[in-house]
């Protein structure tokens, strides 16, 4: 009886002691900043204005945004400091789909209204020049593109925020070929 006394007594201190480190580890790993800033989903439409869009072709879209690599002492300063982006288009109609990377500048207007705006750069596997045989897909030229972005959104709590945004892929006239790519759309976003 006493050893299985103290045994149930030793499981017990043990599985308390594994309580309190495992509570402790928790409260540890959530002071420390995260890598990962916020994700976002949503859709857009596929050049609304071009060759691409004549039928109302749509794309899922899909946006991580990392943490800015280091803070600014002031408010002001800190929206000089971009965070870190990547993301992917994928359209609904085998048009032309796009992979990007790039920084993201966020400015508040209110607590719950911000702006954005971001630069970089995509892959696509669209049609690169006129003579290519996808005739649904604008000619591109090159690959990689610029890649650039407006936004504004709504913070719908802490975490939670809606984001409308026109985006626009072009070579910049580095190509052959620049008819450019635009796409408007929204999307959710969550903040870790």
């Known amino acids: 009886m006493h050893v299985s006394r103290a045994i149930g007594l030793s499981l017990s201190i043990l599985l308390a002691g594994s309580t309190s480190l495992l509570a ?14 916020e994700f976002r989903i949503g859709f857009s439409a596929q050049d609304p204005w071009g060759s691409e869009g004549d ?12 943490a800015k690599p280091f803070t600014a002492s002031d408010l002001f300063t800190s929206y000089f400091i971009p965070r870190p982006h990547f993301g992917g288009s994928l359209n609904f109609d085998g048009r032309t789909d796009f992979a990007y990377t790039g920084l993201t500048w966020t400015v508040d207007v209110t607590p719950s209204l911000f702006v ?15 003579n290519d045989p996808f005739s649904d897909r604008r000619a591109l030229g090159c690959s990689p593109l610029f890649r650039e972005s407006g936004s504004v959104g709504v913070r719908l709590s802490a975490n939670w925020s809606v984001v ?6 072009s070579s910049a006239g580095s190509c052959s070929e620049n008819r450019g790519l635009t796409n ?3 999307r959710v976003g969550y903040s870790f």
Not at 164 to 169: F, G, K, M, R
């Open 24 to 37: 402790a580890d928790a409260r540890k790993q959530s002071a420390q900043p995260s890598i990962l800033s």
């Open 55 to 66: 039928d109302g072709s749509a794309n899922l879209t899909g946006e991580i945004l990392l």
């Open 116 to 130: 954005e705006g971001s630069i970089g750069g995509a892959f696509h596997n669209g049609k690169k020049d006129a």
């Open 164 to 169: 409308a945004t026109i985006e626009h892929l």
């Open 184 to 186: 408007i759309g929204a």
